[in-house]
Structures are given as structure tokens and as C-alpha cells.
């Protein structure tokens, strides 16, 4: 099964607001308002950020938002700060026997 | 509050199985909804999910796995394990293990490395 399809990476300023797009198919995240995005740090478990496509679990800061159009979901990261470059990784559910599948994860860098 | 915490080897020979358990705390496994799963990311690769068994009794399996993983549920424990078959180099990775819902794995272990490796 194919993951979804992330960049590789995206890079900011500190202060400025970036995008990560994930683009699947109508099958999963076209299908489904099941899309979530998760926070990796290198030797750290992933953090969920946004589920439901667009729902932020409690803690999570407000200068992270999640929204989908067609086939394709995105994370919104304002104000980015120097503590968000990380590794992220979307997620979806699949109407097949896959079930869930992740992007490919996009490397995020603060200049 | 809910945690889990995963445990097994972190060495296993080409050919043989590699099994990890996943120990819940702070509630049961078998009192809250939802699903329980098992994902691994390889060395300087992305997240790939494993499989994952819903607390009324389904599973599902990753289909380019499946002939090869079981997951299964100990409740006296307040456990989950994750057996997979037959590993190679290419299974070295940390394995995780979640609990989850159709939309966010919401809560995660901190993930344990398992290399293969003769």
C-alpha cells in the first residue's frame, strides 16, 4: 500500500507560518475526516497534534491547525518558533485492510 | 491517566520472531473504547503502522505484514503483544505501541529498538 504523500521539507523564519501538505485519495483522506499529524523529536514518541482533521488535543498550542480540502489535509504552523523544528508525520484511516497509513513525514527547519 | 509502555528484546536473530508486549497503566484494556495498536519506524525512515486490535475483539493487520504478524491481547495483565515472524535486517526499527482512535493515535509508548542482527 501506498503512504500518503508528504514533502520532504518545508523551512520558516521564526514568527512566520508555514504549511505541510498531505495528499491522499478518496479512499482515505478524501473519504474520511479521520486525518491526524504528529510532532516527532529524534528519540522521542511522536505527539499527537491535530486529530479529526481539524480537533487539537488539550496542551497543544493554538498556533497549530489542521484543515482538508479534497484528497489533500494540512497542518498550519504560526509563529513558528525555534522549538518546532521536528520531524511530521499525517495520518489517515483507510476503507481498506490497511486501515491506517501515514505520510512519508516532512522534515520541518527553522532558519 | 492512561500510559503504556512497551517491553521485550532488543535483539533478535534473522529467522526467528520477534515479540514485544505492551503494558497498560492508569485503566483497563479492556474497559476503554477504542483501538490498541503496534506502529514501527525504521532507522532514518517514516512511521509505518503495524496493527491494531479494537477492545471488542478485531483486528487488522497491515496487509504487507499480515501474513507474518499477530497481535493479541493478555487482559489478566492489562497487556498487548505483537509477535511477527520470519524478521530480517529490514524489521530493525523502534517499535511503538498506541491507543488509538479512527481519527489520532492519541497516546504512545516511548518506543523500544529492536535490531536483527545474527
Known amino acids: 500500500q501506498s503512504a500518503l504523500t508528504q514533502p520532504a521539507s518545508v523551512s520558516g523564519s521564526p514568527g512566520q507560518s508555514i504549511t505541510i501538505s498531505c495528499t491522499g485519495t478518496?479512499?482515505?483522506?478524501?473519504?474520511?475526516?479521520?486525518v491526524s499529524w504528529y510532532q516527532h523529536h529524534a528519540g522521542k514518541a511522536p505527539k499527537l497534534m491535530i486529530y479529526?482533521?481539524?480537533n487539537r488535543p488539550s496542551g497543544v498550542s493554538d498556533r497549530f491547525s489542521g484543515s482538508k480540502s479534497g484528497n489533500t489535509a494540512s497542518l498550519t504552523i504560526s509563529g513558528l518558533q525555534p522549538e518546532d523544528e521536528a520531524d511530521y508525520y499525517c495520518?489517515?484511516?483507510?476503507?481498506?485492510?490497511?486501515?491506517?497509513?501515514f505520510g512519508g513525514g516532512t522534515k520541518v527547519t527553522v532558519l | 491517566q492512561l500510559q503504556v509502555q512497551e517491553s521485550g528484546p532488543g535483539l533478535v536473530k534473522p529467522s526467528e520472531t520477534l515479540s514485544l508486549s505492551c503494558t497498560v497503566s492508569?485503566?483497563?484494556?479492556?474497559?476503554?473504547?477504542?483501538?490498541w495498536g503496534w506502529i514501527r519506524q525504521p532507522p532514518g525512515k517514516g512511521l509505518e503502522w503495524i496493527g491494531s486490535?479494537?477492545?471488542?475483539?478485531?483486528?487488522y493487520y497491515n496487509p504487507s505484514l499480515k501474513s507474518r504478524v499477530t497481535i493479541s491481547v493478555d487482559v489478566s495483565r492489562n497487556q498487548f503483544s505483537l509477535k511477527l515472524t520470519s524478521v530480517t535486517a529490514a524489521d530493525t526499527a523502534v517499535y511503538s505501541c498506541?491507543?488509538?482512535?479512527?481519527?489520532?493515535?492519541?497516546?504512545w509508548g516511548q518506543g523500544t529498538m529492536v535490531t536483527v542482527s545474527s
Open positions: 498506541a491507543h488509538h482512535g479512527p481519527g489520532g493515535f492519541h497516546i
Open positions: 492508569g485503566g483497563s484494556i479492556n474497559n476503554n473504547s477504542y483501538y
Open positions: 486490535f479494537y477492545y471488542s475483539g478485531s483486528t
Open positions: 478518496t479512499s482515505d483522506v478524501g473519504g474520511y475526516n479521520y
Open positions: 479529526d482533521v481539524t
Open positions: 495520518n489517515s484511516y483507510r476503507s481498506s485492510s490497511t486501515r491506517w497509513v
